[in-house]
């Protein structure tokens, strides 16, 4: 093993394994799926030009223990799919941010932070 690996484990290039079964949100039609599910939903709003989304993404990835059979979640590039972000806001009466993590229970949004503090919230106190 070399000194590098001793000091600081894997290779820097080596993307972490997400523990988040995430759903793509791509499409308008989704929000009515979201609207009518049973489980609670999460959807993560992501920037794919801001470094900060980016290091916020990464620790929700790896630090994500919620069992997937209790929540649905669902990734949304603000980006690629900015339309979708916009009828998010309406409906559920948000400011937009990003990154962006909501918290949805038959409907109702239930939770939602903004930047690092994504990272300290209590997902499984929602579900």
């Keep these: 093993m070399?000194?590098?690996?001793k000091i600081f484990g894997e290779t820097a290039s080596e993307e972490p394994v997400s523990k988040v079964n995430w759903i793509l949100l791509t499409e308008?039609?989704?929000l009515e799926t979201i609207s009518k599910s049973e489980k609670t939903v999460g959807i993560f709003k992501h920037s794919t030009r801001c470094y900060t989304s980016k290091v916020v993404l990464r620790e929700f990835e790896k630090d994500f223990d919620v069992d997937g059979e209790s929540i649905d979640m669902y990734f949304l590039d603000l980006i690629a799919y900015r339309s979708i972000s916009d009828e998010i806001t309406k409906k559920y009466n948000l400011?937009?941010?990003s990154p962006q993590l909501l918290i949805i229970k038959k409907d109702t949004l239930v939770a939602s932070d903004s930047h690092m503090e994504i990272v300290n919230l209590e997902i499984a106190s929602f579900i």
């Design 28 to 30: 308008i039609s989704q």
């Design 95 to 97: 400011c937009h941010e």
């Design 2 to 5: 070399s000194l590098l690996k």
